[in-house]
């Protein structure tokens, strides 16, 4: 599956970037640019999600598949992956699965084990605004509420919303919202693989975020013993918006070492 991407800098070794649900690769365009300085920065939607395709097929095989044909596409060698939450998870299933085609991987508030569905009301809210009859992001919000409390999440969610010129200009979802609620599941399943991959791994994980728990190491250890974990104080489950500063300098201080 051909991913729409945005490109930022032209020089240094490349840095793949992959969101979480709902995002796209628009939410990394300000961090990317930083990450461009020093290194060629590929921002990508996901399948499902953004202006990438869609299809019926939605788990971490076909994703980490997708990030495969993206690179060997771009002729990318060896390239730093950088993933949040599911994007997280997809570039550790691609680790597993092709352990030579990366040099060092920084996985973002996400453990690779199972978590349980937590997006119910999120996707019933979505799936309630009557996009033919919506006049505006205002109304939508307003819609949300009932379903999701945190207007910063809101925001993030409606930020999917565009005018499609397709449908006379009707508002519609940039994200596959019917195929993401059936697979919903999927997006939490375990990763597990029978060899350990031996490459540097960053774990950035936010203070005030429940993903990444003391427990959660051992997993982590087996599965990717070459792993460094950094907690930022105050960062939520979205460490890169929260607190992009200490994130960054995360990063910068791991590809350099």
């Known amino acids: 599956m051909k991913l729409f991407f945005r490109k930022a800098g032209e020089s240094g070794s490349p840095i793949v970037i992959l969101h979480g649900i709902f995002g796209s690769s628009d939410n990394w365009l300000s961090i990317g640019k930083i990450f461009a300085q020093t290194h060629q920065v590929y921002m990508l939607d996901q399948r499902n ?4 395709p869609r299809d019926e097929a939605f788990n971490y095989e076909v994703m980490a598949s997708d990030l495969k044909e993206f690179i060997d596409d771009h002729k990318l060698i060896n390239p730093i992956l950088i993933g949040h939450s599911m994007g997280g998870k997809t570039v550790m299933q691609f680790a597993m699965n092709y352990p030579e085609s990366f040099s060092k991987m920084v996985v973002v508030d996400i453990a690779p084990k199972y978590y349980p569905v937590h997006h119910s009301m999120i996707l019933q809210g979505l799936a309630s605004i009557n996009l033919k009859n919506l006049s505006s992001r205002t109304e939508a919000n307003e819609l949300m ?3 999701e409390e945190s207007e910063g999440v809101r925001q993030f969610l409606l930020k999917n919303l565009w005018r499609n010129p397709e449908k006379n200009n009707e508002f519609d979802w940039r994200i596959n919202v019917p195929v993401i609620t059936k697979n919903i599941d999927v997006v939490g399943h375990e990763l597990t693989n029978e060899k350990a991959i031996n490459h540097p791994v960053l774990f950035i ?6 993903y ?5 190491e051992r997993k982590i250890w087996e599965l990717f013993p070459n792993y460094e974990i950094i907690t930022i104080e105050g960062a939520g489950h979205w460490v890169q918006a929260d607190k992009p500063q200490e994130f960054i300098e995360s990063v910068q201080r791991f590809l350099e070492s």
């Open 212 to 216: 990444i728990q003391p427990e959660d």
């Open 205 to 210: 994980r936010g203070s005030e975020s429940h």
């Open 49 to 52: 999600h953004g202006q990438s």
């Open 145 to 147: 509420k009932r379903f």
